[in-house]
C-alpha cells in the first residue's frame, strides 16, 4: 500500500472503532433508561395501591 493508503485505511478504523464505543455507550445509556421505567413503573404499582389501601382505612373509619 501506498503511505496514503495507509493513513486512509488507519483512519477509517479508528472510525469504526470510535463508533463502536459511541454504540456501546448507547446501548448501556439504554438499559440504564430501561430499568429506570421499570423502576418508575413498580414505584406507581406501589404508589397506587398504597392510595387505594388509604382510602379503604378512610372509609372504615367514617363508617
Do not use: Y
Not at 503511505?3 to 455507550?25: C, E, I, S, W
Not at 433508561?33 to 378512610?58: P, T
Amino acid at each position: 500500500m501506498l503511505p496514503l493508503d495507509l493513513v486512509l485505511d488507519k483512519l477509517m478504523t479508528q472510525q469504526g472503532q470510535g463508533k463502536l464505543a459511541l454504540h456501546k455507550r448507547q446501548n448501556q445509556m439504554l438499559q440504564r433508561l430501561d430499568l429506570v421505567n421499570q423502576q418508575d413503573h413498580l414505584l406507581n404499582r406501589l404508589l397506587h395501591r398504597l392510595l387505594h389501601l388509604s382510602l379503604l382505612m378512610l372509609l372504615v373509619l367514617l363508617s
